[in-house]
């Protein structure tokens, strides 16, 4: 049984930082794609940020290039989601997800891909 936690969401202020952590039981996360993904009030679901299954390939949407970045602690078998420079329009349930095998190319932005799926954790981005 694979679970993934998410933590470190909250509420921030415009320009703030946030860093988001996916803990996992029951798989290594080494030998998985992991991304975040997030959705917003009557949103779809979109793909923020992947990390390839063992090698450093990463992979971010357009909105956060240079703002988030993805890594991994392997030791502790963890994700991670670092965000600065938060804007308001990030505000939405960040959901930690993962894929049994590496992906290629636009794959990673295709929740249908998928294996298994935190609870999701909020970020509000407010003043």
């Known amino acids: 049984q694979v679970q993934l936690v998410e933590s470190g969401g909250g509420l921030v202020q415009p320009g703030g930082s946030l860093r988001l952590s996916c803990a996992a039981t029951g798989h290594n996360l080494d030998y998985v794609a992991v991304a975040w993904f997030r959705q917003a009030p009557g949103k779809e679901r979109e793909g923020v940020s992947c990390i390839n299954r063992e090698d450093p390939t990463t992979w971010y949407r357009d909105s956060v290039k240079g703002r988030f970045t993805i890594s991994r602690d392997s030791a502790k078998n963890a994700v991670y989601l670092q965000m600065n420079n938060l804007k308001p329009e990030d505000t939405a349930v960040y959901f930690c997800?993962?894929?049994?095998?590496?992906?290629?190319?636009?794959?990673?932005?295709?929740?249908?891909?998928?294996?298994?799926w935190g609870q999701g954790t909020q970020v509000t981005v407010s003043s």
């Open positions: 997800t993962a894929h049994d095998g590496r992906l290629y190319g636009d794959m990673w932005y295709q929740y249908e891909r998928y294996d298994w």
